[in-house]
T-cell receptor, first 110, second 113 residues
Framework: GQNIDQPTEMTATEGAIVQINCTYQ??????LFWYQQHAGEAPTFLSY????GLEEKGRFSSFLSRSKGYSYLLLKELQMKDSASYLC???????????FGSGTRLLVRP | DVKVTQSSRYLVKRTGEKVFLECVQD?????MFWYRQDPGLGLRLIYF???????EKGDIPEGYSVSREKKERFSLILESASTNQTSMYLC????????????FGNGTRLTVT
């Protein structure tokens, strides 16, 4: 199968760090995307990992381990505006069709 | 910036009506997609197109059809709307390269009564 698993909901405090995990089962893929989606809005692109390791972009970092079938999105210095859903998506070989997880709804509290 | 424009933000239709959802992108993207998004089910692909007049079924094509007569425009058609097609519909586009991210429109919330 090509299941992608993410936690349904997470809660964190403003200023803290949160890690959102994504596990997948496909054996071969080009890379892994992360998108952010605020309530009532369209998803927007955050990151794309091809190689194993951590890629940092300001307060947001994304990590990939192909051998472990595992990725995570790390959000530092959380702000209230980071409250949103975070979608993990696999970019499979030989297909234009991304495989999306159901998303993790993050609530940032004061 | 890439702009993906969906023709309607909110739409209310009656069961049995034929419904057209229009999507236009302005960045010369080869690929265009139609998704629906429902609570707990995430994004599900209905149809996609990788070139003009080309289309492929996604995961849930039943009850839908699409049209891509021009590169910038991708239309989703509900031949006979049903209440289980009440959903948020998202159009997206991308370049053909594998690392090209999807750019989404703002969505159309369709209610079928």
């Amino acid at each position: 199968g090509q299941n992608i698993d993410q936690p349904t909901e997470m809660t964190a405090t403003e200023g803290a760090i949160v890690q959102i995990n994504c596990t997948y089962q496909t054996s071969g893929f080009n890379g892994l995307f992360w998108y952010q989606q605020h309530a009532g809005e369209a998803p927007t692109f955050l990151s794309y990992n091809v190689l194993d390791g951590l890629e940092e972009k300001g307060r947001f970092s994304s990590f990939l381990s192909r051998s472990k079938g595992y990725s995570y999105l790390l959000l530092k210095e959380l702000q209230m505006k980071d409250s949103a859903s975070y979608l993990c998506a696999e970019d499979p070989h030989s297909s234009y069709k991304l495989i999306f997880g159901s998303g993790t709804r993050l609530l940032v509290r004061p | 910036d890439v702009k993906v424009t969906q023709s309607s933000r909110y739409l209310v239709k009656r069961t049995g009506e034929k419904v057209f959802l229009e999507c236009v992108q302005d960045m010369d993207h080869e690929n265009m997609f139609w998704y629906r998004q429902d609570p707990g089910l995430g994004l599900r692909l209905i149809y996609f197109s990788y070139d003009v007049k080309m289309k492929e079924k996604g995961d849930i094509p039943e009850g839908y059809s699409v049209s891509r007569e021009k590169k910038e425009r991708f239309s989703l058609i509900l031949e006979s709307a049903s209440t289980n097609q009440t959903s948020m519909y998202l159009c997206a586009s991308s370049h053909r390269e594998s690392n090209s991210p999807l750019h989404f429109g703002n969505g159309t919330r369709l209610t079928v009564t």
